[in-house]
């Protein structure tokens, strides 16, 4: 069955950048560099659409050429972009991708931060089955209270919902427990590994699952070249990684997130969602990029 599904959060442009060469600090250093849409919620809303279902990409951009990258590469994808012009530069992100294919970002959230409201509201106000929320509106403190209002409207309506943790270091700046409490009209909670440990001050995978699943109906946690762990009230399912070539890990969890959410609505279960999130991961982690 298809659902409507919202997904609330970033509008980024990507430029991914790999070494050829070792960096020459004072000339030219060889390199890949791919300038493509970003975003992790875009990414999520992208895999999500994949699996059938209709979604519409709610967030915030400038005026600029960059908006008009990010919109045309949803509606590409099937994704129905709804965003809100602000005056301020569409947010950026520089990816340096190291040789073992892992990321450090640098990030120009820019627009994002002046998401209204009434605009995320005014687009909630059509029937719909699923919101998720991107972690990175809970993150940053001019979004929060967007996010909060949105997830407990949406369960108001008796409606399931999402977020995911999305980037570590931010979480760590604005504490645990004030992410916890942002999250709390969430049903369901996605984090990679470090994310979890962070979030819960544990040590485990499974002491942050036991910690998680009291709070959250469903919690799915990936693992990178471990797999990942999915648990519910009643279960916890492990499925290894799919062997894949790893040339940049940008936007495999996102991938893996909105294929798993997808699944998840078309309803298989745990399991099946969670080897097709593997899959999807796989797919991803041979490219440049995150599309």
Do not use: W
Request: proline content about 3%.
């Amino acid at each position: 069955m298809i659902r409507r599904v919202v997904v609330v959060g970033d509008v980024m442009l990507d430029v991914v950048v790999r070494r050829l060469a070792p960096l020459a600090p004072t000339s030219d250093t060889p390199s890949s560099i791919r300038v493509t849409r970003g975003g992790s919620g875009a990414s999520l809303a992208i895999a999500v659409a994949a699996t059938g279902h209709e979604v519409i990409y709610v967030g915030a951009a400038g005026r600029d050429g960059a908006a008009t990258i990010v919109a045309d590469a949803l509606r590409s994808a099937g994704v129905t972009a709804q965003l809100e012009p602000v005056n301020a530069a569409t947010g950026t992100v520089v990816a340096l991708v190291g040789d073992d294919g892992q990321r450090a970002m640098l990030t120009d959230r820019g627009a994002n931060s002046l998401l209204s409201e009434s605009f995320v509201r005014g687009r909630l106000a059509v029937p719909f089955d699923h919101l998720h929320v991107s972690g990175y509106l809970l993150l940053d403190p001019s979004t929060r209270a967007i996010g909060v209002a949105a997830l407990a409207l949406a369960k108001e309506r008796g409606r399931s919902t999402s977020v995911d943790v999305c980037s570590v270091a931010p979480l760590r700046d604005v504490m645990p427990d004030v992410f916890l409490h942002a999250a709390e009209h969430a049903s369901q909670l996605f984090a990679n590994e470090e994310e979890a440990l962070v979030l819960t001050s544990t040590t485990s995978v499974d002491d942050a699952i036991a910690f998680l699943i009291a709070r959250f109906d469903e919690v799915v946690i990936t693992r990178g070249s471990q797999g990942a762990v999915s648990a519910t009230r009643d279960s916890r399912v492990r499925v290894a990684a799919k062997d894949a070539t790893v040339l940049d890990t940008t936007g495999a969890g996102d991938a893996a997130t909105g294929t798993y959410l997808g699944a998840r609505l078309n309803g298989d279960d745990v399991t099946t969602a969670l080897a097709k999130a593997m899959t999807a991961a796989a797919r991803v982690v041979g490219g440049l990029g995150a599309n």
